[in-house]
């Protein structure tokens, strides 16, 4: 089946510090990928996504590269700023075996930025 | 503005008791999921449904019981067969696969207490 792997947090930086979550997938078929966003409280965002191999997704600042050959979705931002505090979720949607937007999604990595 | 409405934000239950929580979209989405947070465990799938008075049962359905009688709502009730049933719950909406790329759309949560 289907599963995502995140990196394990929390994670704590310092303010205008390089990020990186690590995120990497099982799938069958061609999955298209996801990185959500969870601010305090509230409900998930889509932070960005990629649907084919190669593709990068930016948003905010923040980029992923889909790596097909390496089963990779990995987060970055170059300098991260305090309202980036948040809990990031990886993702994938395999429509092919699904036939739905039925995401599997990975643990979460709790992100902490310090002024 | 169009988005996902989840009531109550909050709720305390006694053991025994069934609770229902309500979720409202005015997207015009077709389908509609729930989904449980646990804490280090990610997002587990409840149930979904793809259309009016059509549902499946997700990776959790023990406990859980929903209906979709109308394309704007779609509410979970948790049962008392639901064994431990404290949890922060999420609806999201998609549009029909294709349509989407696989993109969720989230509501704020609900957050469950059993007392």
């Known amino acids: 089946g289907n599963s995502v792997t995140q990196m394990e947090g929390p994670v704590t930086l310092s303010e205008e510090a390089f990020l990186t979550i690590n995120c990497t997938y099982t799938?069958?078929?061609?999955?298209?990928l996801f990185w959500y966003v969870q601010y305090p409280g509230e409900g998930l965002q889509l932070l960005l996504k990629?649907?084919?191999?190669?593709d990068k997704g930016s948003n905010k600042g923040f980029e992923a590269t889909y790596r097909k050959e390496t089963t990779s979705f990995h987060l970055e931002k170059g300098s991260v700023q305090v309202s980036d505090s948040a809990v990031y979720f990886c993702a994938l949607s395999d429509q092919i075996n699904f036939g739905n937007e039925k995401l599997t999604f990975g643990t979460g990595t709790r992100l902490t930025i310090i002024p | 503005d169009g988005g996902i409405t989840q009531s109550p934000k909050y709720l305390f239950r006694k053991e025994g008791q069934n609770v229902t929580l309500s979720c409202e979209q005015n997207l015009n989405h077709d389908a509609m999921y729930w989904y449980r947070q646990d804490p280090g465990q990610g997002l587990r799938l409840i149930y979904y449904s793809q259309i009016v008075n059509d549902f499946q049962k997700g990776d959790i359905a023990e406990g859980y019981s929903v209906s979709r009688e109308k394309k704007e709502s779609f509410p979970l009730t948790v049962t008392s067969a639901q064994k431990n049933p404290t949890a922060f719950y999420l609806c999201?909406?998609?549009?029909?696969?294709?349509?989407?790329?696989?993109?969720?759309?989230f509501g704020e949560g609900s957050r469950l207490t059993v007392l």
């Open positions: 799938a069958t078929g061609y999955p298209s």
């Open positions: 999201a909406s998609s549009p029909l696969p294709g349509q989407g790329a696989g993109e969720l759309f």
């Open positions: 990629a649907t084919k191999a190669d």
